[in-house]
């Protein structure tokens, strides 16, 4: 079967409206859901994972940052979060795919992978992509959100509408 892919690129100009495009995804997801972060050492993975950890309803005790050594933490809260980075992941062994597996289909929480294109993205079904990079400004990201599977077409329109209700200035780069 092919996969449709839609993709939509937003600019942010400051971490706080990073923040605000994670709520809005956040609030657009449910438990099972997954998505799949991906861009370089400072892009903002972590900071749009603040976001979505806002719109999932994680507690405010619980500060997000990126999981180092431990690589996945988990979050309780309306819908508990599983934050995952791979980036100190320099091997992938049997062990480690069992594990991940059991998060990425578990129907418990959302996971919220950050540096996803190392080792596991052939054991993502459908999930919301989100490549960050940086923009002109030290400031600016340029940040994609690609909706792998039909039910994340759906989790697309409704993160957008939420976002353009307080960002109707926002730049909009691109949307196919
Ligand atoms: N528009 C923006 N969105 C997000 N972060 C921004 C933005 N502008 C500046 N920043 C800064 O960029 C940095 C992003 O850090 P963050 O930890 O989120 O990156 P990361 O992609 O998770 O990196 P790592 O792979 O090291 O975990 C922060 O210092 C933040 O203040
Ligand atoms: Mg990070």
Known sequence: MIKKNFTTIIETH?????????YCIGKSL????????IGHLGAG???LSRGIAKGL?????????????????????????????????????REDELWIEEYIHSDTGVCVIEWADKFIKDLLDDHLEIHLEMGGCDTDRKISLIAV????????????????IKNKNINILDKE
């Not at 400051?14 to 994670?22: D, F, I, N, Q, R």
């Not at 449910?30 to 972060?37: D, E, K, Q």
């Not at 599977?149 to 353009?164: A, K, R, V």
């Open 14 to 22: 400051s971490p706080e409206e990073t923040v605000h495009l994670g």
């Open 30 to 37: 449910y438990p099972g859901h997954v998505v799949a972060l």
């Open 45 to 47: 993975k972590t900071w």
């Open 57 to 93: 309803g994680i507690s405010k005790n619980h500060h997000v940052h990126s999981p180092a050594f431990d690589l996945v933490h988990e979050h309780p809260g309306t819908i508990p979060m599983y934050h995952m980075d791979f980036y100190r992941l320099d091997h992938f062994s």
């Open 149 to 164: 599977g039909d039910e994340y077409y759906t989790i697309m329109d409704h993160l957008l509408q939420l976002f353009y």
